[in-house]
């Protein structure tokens, strides 16, 4: 058999092209079903959820290596020439073949890509298998971009699996009805019998615009799909006293050693504050907190659930509380009502008043175990005990 060249002819594809287009295609058709498969795993139990989380670790790892070297792909096909078409006077033919090649190119990228923004921007807890670290360069950490890039990577990679459903049916169309070389000269160590032209082709601009086209329309539908599922946030009217300007409720929990940072976007709080106490109380505080606007990095879902916040049946909590003077701050002592569960608690917390303007600032930690959250997972380990809470707020007195 005669050799082949490691770069392209006008008739054939080298062994790099060749062994890069392997490479990619068996690293995609990996990460692709692992994908599938990971989103769809349960975790009811410790178990379950450790080996989901391999999975995602796994889908994760094998998706950054394809996302490298479809980028080396990518930088070699452009420095190499590209093998003519065995019928390029089939002219819709090479065009459907030249579309699918750029939706292709556009997927090895921004299919990975997405995934690993989302990954990036947000507190997950499953880890990439590298040690560069989890964060990217210009990817801040933010819900809001992560819940974009993962909306985005959903849409993505199945363009993508389109993408590839039409390129092996075309390869196979190639080598089961015409019979010819195509699939032959992509395959390893086979040589291309040449081409009957190697007369230079004109591969136009229009199918690198339809395919960016596609991209554009699946874009325009990710964005769609998830402007349902947008976080709110908002800050209800109170009744009494203070109005909140702007505040945030913030948890912290540890999973798998690793701390995962959310915060609850919808809540309101009435408050009655006096400066001077009477009979010994400042006033009153109650907060009323929408469950399903916890936004908890990669777990949100998860959280959602019978077994954690149940929010299905429990959609909102709710903290009462007297405020009391302690010391130079204040201590508001109540009950929190969480999961159906009401336990007292005890908020210390600081006051800045400024005029009208108050600031507050207040952290305290609860035990998830009390409430029944995650009663499947005892081990700390798998998920802490401890969960902290901060508040941070700004109110203006109403007059
Ligand atoms: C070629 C590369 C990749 C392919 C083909 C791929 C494919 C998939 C698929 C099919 C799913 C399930 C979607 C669904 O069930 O609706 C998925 C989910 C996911 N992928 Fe990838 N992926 C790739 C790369 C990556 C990378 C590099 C990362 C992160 C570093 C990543 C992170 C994720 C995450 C976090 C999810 C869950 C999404 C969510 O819960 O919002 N993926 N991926
Ligand atoms: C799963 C991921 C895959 C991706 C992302 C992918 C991508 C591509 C791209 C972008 C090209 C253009 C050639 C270039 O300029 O380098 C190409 C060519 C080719 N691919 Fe794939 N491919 C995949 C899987 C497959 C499979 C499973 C087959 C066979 C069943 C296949 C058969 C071919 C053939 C025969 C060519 C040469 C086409 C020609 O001569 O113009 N590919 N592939």
Do not use: C
């Amino acid at each position: 058999m005669a050799t082949m060249s490691l770069a392209n002819t006008r008739t054939d594809f080298g062994a790099v092209a060749r062994t890069l287009h392997w490479m990619t295609a068996l690293l995609i058709l990996t990460a692709l079903p692992l994908g599938l498969v990971a989103e769809r795993w349960p975790m009811a139990t410790e178990a379950e959820l450790a080996a989901k989380v391999t999975l995602f670790s796994l889908h994760k790892t094998l998706g950054v290596v394809a996302f490298l070297i479809a980028l080396a792909r990518i930088l070699w096909a452009l420095v190499q020439p590209r093998p003519v078409p065995l019928h390029p006077e089939r002219r819709a033919e090479t065009f459907l073949a030249d579309t699918v090649h750029w939706a292709l190119y556009l997927s090895m990228l921004l299919a990975p890509l997405t995934g690993w923004v989302h990954h990036a921007a947000t507190t997950g807890f499953a880890p990439i298998w590298w040690p560069f670290g989890q964060r990217l360069p210009f990817v801040p950490v933010d819900e809001g971009l992560a819940h974009l890039a993962g909306g985005l990577h959903g849409v993505f990679v199945y363009v993508l699996l389109g993408a590839i459903l039409l390129h092996v049916a075309g390869a196979l169309k190639h080598h089961l009805v015409d019979r010819d070389d195509t699939l032959r000269r992509m395959l390893p160590g086979r040589r291309a019998t040449p081409a009957r032209t190697a007369a230079p082709v004109r591969h136009g601009l229009v199918p690198a615009v339809a395919a960016l086209a596609l991209y554009g329309l699946a874009t325009a539908g990710a964005l769609a799909l998830m402007r349902d599922t947008a976080p709110a946030s908002v800050l209800g009217p109170v009744e009494t006293g203070w109005q909140v300007e702007e505040g945030t409720l913030a948890i912290t929990i540890r999973q798998m050693g690793a701390e995962v940072a959310g915060r609850f976007e919808t809540w309101t709080a009435a408050i009655a504050f006096d400066e001077t106490p009477e009979a010994g109380s400042h006033g009153r505080v109650e907060v009323d907190i929408a469950i399903e606007s916890l936004r908890l990095g990669s777990v949100t879902a998860q959280a959602m659930g019978a077994d954690f916040f149940d929010a299905a049946n429990h959609p909102t909590a709710r903290f009462e509380a007297e405020i009391l003077p302690e010391g130079e701050a204040y201590l508001a002592r109540g009950t929190l009502t969480l999961r159906g569960v009401t336990l007292p608690m005890d908020l210390p917390f600081t006051l800045q008043i400024d005029g009208d303007r108050a600031v507050m600032e207040a952290t305290a930690t609860l035990d998830r175990l009390a409430f029944g959250i995650g009663a499947s997972q005892p081990g700390e380990g798998t998920l802490g005990h401890g969960v902290t809470v901060d508040v941070a707020l700004t109110a203006r007195r109403l007059r």
